[in-house]
T-cell receptor, first 114, second 112 residues
Framework: DAGITQSPRYKITETGRQVTLMCHQT?????MFWYRQDLGHGLRLIYY???????DKGEVPDGYVVSRSKTENFPLTLESATRSQTSVYFC?????????????FGPGTRLLVL | QKEVEQNSGPLSVPEGAIASLNCTYS??????FFWYRQYSGKSPELIMS????GDKEDGRFTAQLNKASQYVSLLIRDSQPSDSATYLC????????????FGQGTTLQVKP
């Protein structure tokens, strides 16, 4: 039971490069989310998706692009990485219904932009 | 702006004591509330969820919800050093979006 996985787990890149962070879940959850976590800011929502081909901006979407062609995958792309995007990125998924909105998190990707 | 507020701590308690973690939220439309535990360098993991006013107990953990006061709390009885972590409070965003709003977390230190 793999659950939700992220790759790579660690990434070092340079300013201006494009980087894609992968997220894969095996639960067939409808909802998927991308967060970044920085000291002093907690978890901040970047983008989320309610279903395949449906995505929407979160709190801090600038500089990021997402797509969701398949229910199980939700990649996050940094089009031109900046130092301010150095962070820990978490993907989460949820089988949202009226009774619960519990989100389950992947292990995270630590990204360093030089 | 919808917010969830937590005292960042650290909250330090001796082993065996009760740890009390508190959280307030601003969105009266929030219906679901969650406590996540996050160990250093790890991802958040769900401890408790609560949807109705009152108390909900699960082992050593008790979540309390007061919607009138917009207040959520987590009590940890018989605290253990392994409970030392950051505890994140989250509230549903309302509007049936599936989104959660997270607090910044409270760091708990349980001293042997």
């Amino acid at each position: 039971d793999a659950g939700i996985t992220q790759s790579p787990r660690y990434k070092i890149t340079e300013t201006g490069r494009q980087v894609t962070l992968m997220c894969h879940q095996t639960w067939s959850h409808s909802y998927m989310f991308w967060y970044r976590q920085d000291l002093g800011h907690g978890l901040r929502l970047i983008y989320y998706s309610a279903a395949a081909d449906i995505t929407d901006k979160g709190e801090v979407p600038d500089g990021y692009v997402v797509s969701r062609s398949k229910t199980e995958n939700f990649p996050l792309t940094l089009e031109s990485a900046t130092r301010s995007q150095t962070s820990v990125y978490f993907c989460a998924s949820s089988e949202y219904d009226r009774a619960t909105e519990t989100q389950y998190f992947g292990p995270g990707t630590r990204l360093l932009v030089l | 702006q919808k917010e969830v507020e937590q005292n960042s701590g650290p909250l330090s308690v001796p082993e065996g004591a009760i740890a009390s973690l508190n959280c307030t939220y601003s969105d009266r439309g929030s219906q679901s509330f969650f406590w996540y535990r996050q160990y250093s360098g790890k991802s958040p993991e769900l401890i408790m969820s609560i949807y109705s006013n009152g108390d909900k107990e699960d082992g050593r953990f008790t979540a309390q919800l007061n919607k009138a006061s917009q207040y959520v709390s987590l009590l940890i009885r018989d605290s253990q050093p392994s409970d030392s972590a950051t505890y994140l409070c989250a509230a549903s965003s309302g509007g049936n979006t599936g989104k959660l709003i997270f607090g910044q977390g409270t760091t708990l230190q349980v001293k042997p």
